[in-house]
C-alpha cells in the first residue's frame, strides 16, 4: 500500500473495541490512527493513551472537551489530520463494524476518486447479524436521503470512507451544522456539490458485540430532517451571509 493513511475514529464508550481495532489497522504500513474520544465515562481515553504509547508515531488521541457529539468530533478530528502529512484521512467507527482488513482496498480506489464509501449496497457489500427492523431501517433511510438530496451514493449513512486530502481539505468543515450520524449525510452532499469525484467500494458490515449503540431518538429526528435541510439552504445562502459580513 503505497498512499499514507490517517484513520480518524470518534470513540464514546468503546474501551472493549478500541485494541481490537487498532491492531488490525496497525497491520497495514502507511496507516496512523487519530482516537477522538468525548471524555468516556469508561475509560476509553486511558486505553487509547497506553495503545500510542505502545505503538509511538502512530496513534495520536484527542481528549475533547467541549459539547459532546460524533459530528462535533469528526470536525476537530478531521482539522487535525488535514495538518498531518499523509495523503489520505479516512473515517472509521470504533465498534468492529468496519473491517481494518478492507481499508486498503478503500484507501487504493483514492488513485480514482476524491472520496472512496466503503458501501453495503453495491454488488459484494454485505450486512451480518443486523436484525430486520436495522436493515429496513437502513435501506428506507438510504432510499429518503437518495429521493430527497438526488445524491448517487448507493449507502449515503455508512461511516466507512476515505477522502483524498486535498479534496476534504476544500470542504468548509466550520459551516457544517449536524452533529448526529446526518453529519455524514451533510458531508457527502457537499462534496457531490462542491464535484468531488466520489466512488463506492464494497464492504461486509457486522453489527457489534461489544458496547453500546449511541444512536437516539434526536439523532433520528435530525436525520429525517437534515436532507430537506440541506436542499434547501445550499451554500448560496451561507456564501450569502458570509459576503454580507464581509461587506460590513
Ligand atoms: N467522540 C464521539 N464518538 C461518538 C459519539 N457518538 C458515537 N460515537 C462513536 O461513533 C461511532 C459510531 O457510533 P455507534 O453507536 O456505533 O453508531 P452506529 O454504528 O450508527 O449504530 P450501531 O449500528 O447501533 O452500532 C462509534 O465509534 C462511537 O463510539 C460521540 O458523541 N462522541
Ligand atoms: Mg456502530
Redesign the pocket.
Known sequence: MSRSALVV??????RA?VPTLVAGLMAHENVRVLI???Q?PDG?GTVAEELAAQHPNRIMVLH?TGK???G???ID?MRLALNEPVDVVCQ????L?HDPRQLPDLIAATDHADVVIGSRYVPGGAILN?PMK?RVLSRVANIYIRTVTRLSVRDC?T?YRCWRKTALATLPLDQFIS???SFLVEMLFIAARRGCRITEVPIT?V??RE?????SRA?LLESAITPWRLISNPESSRKARRSESSTD
Open positions: 475514529i470518534p470513540t464514546y464508550n468503546e473495541n477522538v474520544d468525548d468516556s476509553t475533547r459532546r457529539g460524533f462535533r468530533s469528526y478530528g472509521m467507527d470504533a465498534d463494524s443486523w436495522r449513512t461511516g452533529d448526529g450520524y458490515f453489527e457489534r458496547g453500546e449503540s449511541k444512536v439523532v
